[in-house]
């Protein structure tokens, strides 16, 4: 692993598994990412061999944290209880100790939403803010951070906010994958959206909303037609977030 890494950050998603060793003193990659296709049949076992080929690809020493971005609530010790976007043998299953176990070494795992969020915090949009920061990712689903005066509220799930009778499931009806789905122009998005961060506020009351995933980076497409009270703005640091997060998260947890 090259000399200007501090920590090594892994993002585990549906569809892909992207790692890269990352200089937290600059919030970046120190070495271009690798990504791997996450296995069609994503058990505990094929998603470890991936991660265990990313370390041996990077040469990461065992004295460098490692930090997993994982997509379901991570609690440490305890067995996984929900699994949306991987393979359904997951659940019942110690997350980290699977992790650990085929790296060789303690890494720590963290909800990928808490990552992205975190990142943004240290070294993104949501730098030296005080106060009620909620990080959301617009993507497949809505992910969310709640991150109090830097200190992260891990694992909730915002996303899943009832917005009305007919709404029960927020992501379900604002979601990126949706405006896709539905063909909606970005300004008829933004009314749904309005309605899933106007609740949000009126629930939180925050200083501040930062929106990522993959459709921030056309921000100045909906954000200026969101109608909540309470600034929002994009991520700074979009899909390197994840790896980012993880990295910063495993280095203030390993020493």
């Known amino acids: 692993m090259i000399e200007t890494a501090q920590a090594f950050g892994i993002d585990i998603g549906g569809s892909g598994i992207k790692a890269a060793p990352v200089n937290l003193e600059k919030?970046?990659?120190?070495?271009?990412?690798l990504k791997i296709l996450t296995p069609e049949v994503?058990?505990?076992?094929?998603?470890?061999?991936?991660?265990r080929q990313q370390l041996d690809h990077f040469e990461v020493p065992e004295s460098a944290p490692v930090g997993i971005a994982f997509?379901?609530?991570?609690?440490?010790?305890?067995?996984?209880?929900?699994?949306?976007?991987?393979?359904?043998?997951?659940?019942?299953?110690d997350v980290t100790a699977v992790?650990?176990?085929?790296?060789g070494r303690p890494v720590t795992v963290v909800n990928d939403a808490d990552a992205a969020g975190l990142a943004e915090q240290q070294f993104g949009?949501?730098?030296?803010?005080?106060?009620?920061?909620?990080?959301t990712t617009l993507g497949t689903g809505i992910g969310t951070a709640l991150i109090i005066d830097g200190v992260l509220v891990p694992n909730t799930e915002l996303g899943h906010l009832i917005l009305s009778d007919k709404h029960p499931d927020a992501e379900k009806y604002a979601a990126s994958s949706?405006?896709?789905?539905?063909?909606?122009g970005y300004k008829k998005w933004a009314k749904r959206l309005t309605k899933y961060y106007g609740l949000l506020e009126k629930y939180f009351n925050p200083d501040l909303f930062v929106v990522g995933g993959g459709v921030s980076r056309k921000a100045d497409k909906f954000l200026p037609f969101i109608e909540i009270k309470t600034p929002i703005v994009p991520a700074a640091l979009r899909n390197e977030a994840g790896i980012v997060g993880a990295a910063y998260y495993a280095s203030t947890k390993q020493h």
Request: hydrophobic share 45%; net charge negative; aromatic share 6%.
């Open 99 to 103: 992790f650990s176990e085929a790296a």
């Open 27 to 33: 919030g970046e990659f120190a070495e271009p990412r």
């Open 178 to 184: 949706i405006r896709e789905q539905e063909e909606l």
């Open 42 to 51: 994503s058990t505990p076992d094929a998603v470890a061999k991936i991660v």
């Open 71 to 93: 997509p379901a609530p991570i609690k440490p010790g305890k067995p996984l209880d929900f699994m949306a976007n991987l393979d359904q043998s997951w659940v019942g299953v």
């Open 125 to 135: 949009a949501a730098k030296g803010k005080d106060g009620l920061v909620i990080a």
